[in-house]
């Protein structure tokens, strides 16, 4: 068994680090707000006061943060404790540029690094059910089994450097549009008197299908655990999927790619949040497109 640093014990962060713990690891965790860190305590995970007290002598590092910058900033605390050798594994969603950059950092420092951004929200986390889609080395994400696997059901290498970032955004951009496109479907079906159940009983059985439509239905009635049946309670914040689609328009403009549809959700998830429903599930924008 391994001894694993975890940093950022936040929504995600907190679960994770606590079932690395049942699996049987030795878990020090550090988070700047010390209610987190006592909450983790709970859970079995040791609290280190400071950032490199949680480094020690740790096998395994992993970062668990909010953006690019809280990374950079983290992994250059983390680096200049870790002994040369280890490995280093970021699973917070941010821009690839920050990522690659990390994993620079890592390779100048003599250790191992992994990008592993997660899907499968706080719900994952607990359960211990996340899917990681990783970026870096085959020897960094041999090295990493054991650790992914204690947070994980589905652990998928993308690609070197940055392509488990890549792969995240993209699959998120695909979400953002298709949940669009849901919703306006069920909007104008209600405009002309189709009932929410007709529709979904031949879209999910036909071209239209999709996951926001099958297994996330923006209205109440047709899947009875997703969000809309109460009152949109997250499940995924419209914040969160806002953070995402942005993240895909900055790596677009980056590397010249064409993404129209991609930058009209990233619009309209910014108005539905200045709006006030950031928190609330993203599959609420059928409110706003009402
Ligand atoms: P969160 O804000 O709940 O947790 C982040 C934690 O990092 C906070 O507790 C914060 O105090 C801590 N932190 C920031 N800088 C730090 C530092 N230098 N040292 C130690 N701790 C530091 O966020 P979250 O919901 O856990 O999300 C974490 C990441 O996972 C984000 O990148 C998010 O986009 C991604 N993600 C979240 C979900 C979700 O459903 N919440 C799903 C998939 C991916």
Redesign the pocket.
Known sequence: MARIAF???????GPMAANLVKAGHEVIG????AA?LKAAEASGVTAASH?SQAIGEADVVVS????GR?VL??WTDILASVPAGRLVID????DVESARKAHEMARAAGCLSLDA???G??AGAEAGTLTFMVGGSTEAFAKAGPVLEAMGRKIVHCGEAGAGQAAKICNNMILGISMIGVCEAFALGEKLGLSHQALFDVASTSSGQCWSLSTYCPVPGPVPASPANRDYKPG??AA?ML?DLRLSQEAALATGASTPLGAEAAQLYSLFEKQGNGPRDFSAIIEMLR
């Open positions: 940093i950022g014990l936040g929504n995600m962060g550090f988070d700047l707000v987190l950032i668990m943060l909010p953006q809280h900033t983290a699973c917070s969603t941010i951004p997660v899907s929200g706080t995924f914040a969160l953070k």
